[in-house]
């Protein structure tokens, strides 16, 4: 069974700084299309920064300049480095894998998410 397990949320103040990592297993991760997603109260899941198998990286406008995602596919581990972050960064957040077959097969799977709280 696939497994995506998220670390590194918690409690900080406005201004600091946390990373995040996801580790998978049973997938060939490096495969894989790694995302980051959070999710405000009440809110819709979105996007907040992607990097492809071959290390092309997208962000959100709200977090550019301020997070950094990365991967390590030694470790089948993905990281969101999160600095100057700010009150509405707040949300739980959520790793993401997908993989898209040339026939439109689409594998994708979904971390159990990390609460981030960013609060004086």
């Known amino acids: 069974q696939v497994q995506l397990v998220e670390s590194g949320g918690g409690l900080v103040q406005p201004g600091g700084s946390l990373r995040l990592s996801c580790a998978a297993s049973?997938?060939?991760?490096?495969?894989?299309?790694m995302s980051w997603y959070r999710q405000h109260p009440e809110k819709q899941r979105e996007l907040v920064a992607t990097?492809?198998?071959?290390?092309?990286?997208d962000y959100a406008d709200s977090v550019k300049g301020r997070f950094t995602i990365s991967r390590d596919n030694a470790k089948s581990t993905v990281y969101l480095q999160m600095n100057s972050l700010k009150p509405e960064d707040t949300a739980v957040y959520y790793c993401?894998?997908?993989?898209?077959?040339?026939?439109?097969?689409?594998?994708?799977?979904w971390g159990q998410g990390t609460q981030v709280t960013v609060s004086p």
């Open positions: 049973r997938i060939s991760f490096s495969i894989y299309t």
């Open positions: 993401n894998a997908q993989h898209l077959l040339s026939d439109a097969t689409n594998y994708q799977y």
């Open positions: 990097i492809s198998s071959g290390g092309s990286t």
